[in-house]
């Protein structure tokens, strides 16, 4: 059951025009007395033109016109306050503090001045000084309940509870029980460990309007959190006695029994909820969502899920969320072609939406299937031409389907859209190193690799890659023994990395240390690595160990390698 309630926070766009004509009177008596006529016509001319085009939303006009009242009339306490309300909106704070600060010093009698700095402060996170100018204006307006309000709850956020209490309770006298009030005391009460008197609260609330179920969702709730479990149901009773088909209500249930680890009366709630045409299809979504997302409840109720899409299905046959919804859960249970169909109903319909051409995409690529990945990236780049991750996923494709020059084509493009993002950046670096590579351009797959470590130089994938590349065409075997040391260092047991070192040892003339590390690599499971299994035989061949040498050839031949190199180099030997 939701437990969102106003804040009664205070918009700065719509007092804008109050505080104009409530400093009206004050700013030509100022201009009057700093101003000749000829200053006063051009500020009084900019002002109102300012004015204007902020009304019709002309933003950058406006600003350049305030800022003319006020290179003429830097007194303008007026022109300050609206450029600082744009500059808000430009979501520029600091300018806008600034600019605001100015004006209250100007016209310290303003009144909605003071709330924008207070609003300001909120923003940047500076409680201390909104409390303070809060307290100001209270000083000056204590009749300002909205203000009291607001200080109430900064003055609980800031871990000043009984302050909090004092004002809201000073609220209450003055205009009886609120709800935004005993909601906010309920609250506080509960962050001091009062229970008690936070139930006290609800049950004031609940009296003032018998008959409103929201406040007893609340108070179940709470009881249902203080695992006073015969109150909660008692409530929830009440609620059933008066709306037996309320569907907040019913999912409250639901988590009820959830938390009871009662799974078959959660899920009958459940059921309740989900076919409840009264319950908006947002809020049913909220609930899948959850399950899907957070693991602990995928777990708890993967059996059930199904139904109740099932459900939803029947309910909203053409709402593409809750196909979307069967997607991901295919997709979490690793169903991944009927993931990708569901997928692809959606997107008969949603190809405008991102998110599922990603997923899509992210499935073929997860069933290596990359045909499908350059495809679907190709086509969702029709209609996002600015997203790095379709043109890393389409020249990622491309250079495994053998087509480089393609992959570098798309790499490239792509790597324009990568912005500050650097992690999405070396991984761009990482493939066109890879592609240039495959394209034997070795200069130009060498500045992407030295690029890529300039920003992760501790990278072993791409150190263990950047050095297997450099022993095989035998140039600088010392960077590519001294990249390659670092990846085993890392990760001691893993294969591939055990391998490119001792390549790096072969091809360097060290044999000895070079068998040393083969026989590691397949000793931690390289031994059904048709190129491990080569590379052995190679190395066993350098020692003149001729027969042995035969014997792992033949098992790369058997793990799949099909070089015809590798075979002539059997049938040499025979």
Known sequence: MGRIYAHLMIITAILMHMACSSSKKMTEESISRTLNESELREYNYALTEAT??????????????????????????????????????????????????????????????????????????EADSAIFIYEDILEKWPEKIEVKFELSRLYSETGKENKALKTLNEIEKENGISEPVSLLKEQIYLKMGKSEQAIAELLALIELAPGEVRYLGVLAELYTTLERKEEAKKTYKEIFEI?????????????????????????????????????????????????LTNQEKFDENKTRIDSLLTILEIQYPADYRVRTAKADYFSKLERYEEALAEYDEVLKEQKGNYFIWEQAIFIENMLENNEGVYRRASEALNYFNDKPLLFLFKGNAAMQMGNNEEAVKSLEKGLEFADNNLPL???????????????????????????????????????????YYLSLREVKLDKAEKMSRVTI?????????????????????????????????????????????????????AMEREEEAVKYWKKAVEAGNESAELKEKIKQLR
């Open 425 to 467: 950046t070396v991984q761009f670096y990482s493939m066109l190193a890879e592609a240039w590579q495959n394209l034997e351009k070795h200069e130009r797959s060498d500045e992407y690799f030295e690029k890529a470590l300039q920003i992760e130089p501790e990278n072993i994938m791409i150190l263990n890659n950047y050095g």
């Open 243 to 291: 709306e037996p088909n309320n569907g907040v209500a019913q999912l409250s249930m639901a988590e009820f029994y959830r938390l009871e680890n009662n799974p078959e009366k959660q899920y009958e709630y459940l059921a309740l909820a989900f076919r409840n045409q009264s319950l908006q299809i947002d809020q049913k979504m909220g609930v899948m969502i959850d399950f």
């Open 52 to 125: 204007k085009q902020k009304l019709f939303g002309n933003f950058k006009q406006a600003a350049a016109l305030y800022k003319k009242c006020l290179d003429v009339n830097p007194n303008s306490d007026a022109a300050a306050f609206q450029l600082a309300g744009i500059y808000m909106m430009a979501q520029d704070f600091d300018t806008a503090k600034k600019l605001t600060r100015r004006a209250v010093t100007l016209a310290p009698e303003n009144y909605w001045y003071k709330v924008q700095l207070t609003q300001l402060h909120m923003i940047k996170h």
């Open 489 to 541: 260092l890392a990760e001691p047991d893993n294969p591939t990395y055990l391998d490119t070192y001792a390549w790096i040892m072969y091809k360097s003339g060290n044999n000895q240390k070079a068998l040393e590390y083969i026989e590691k690599a397949v000793q931690s499971g390289g031994g059904g690595d048709p190129e491990i299994l080569e590379h052995y035989g190679d190395i066993l061949y």
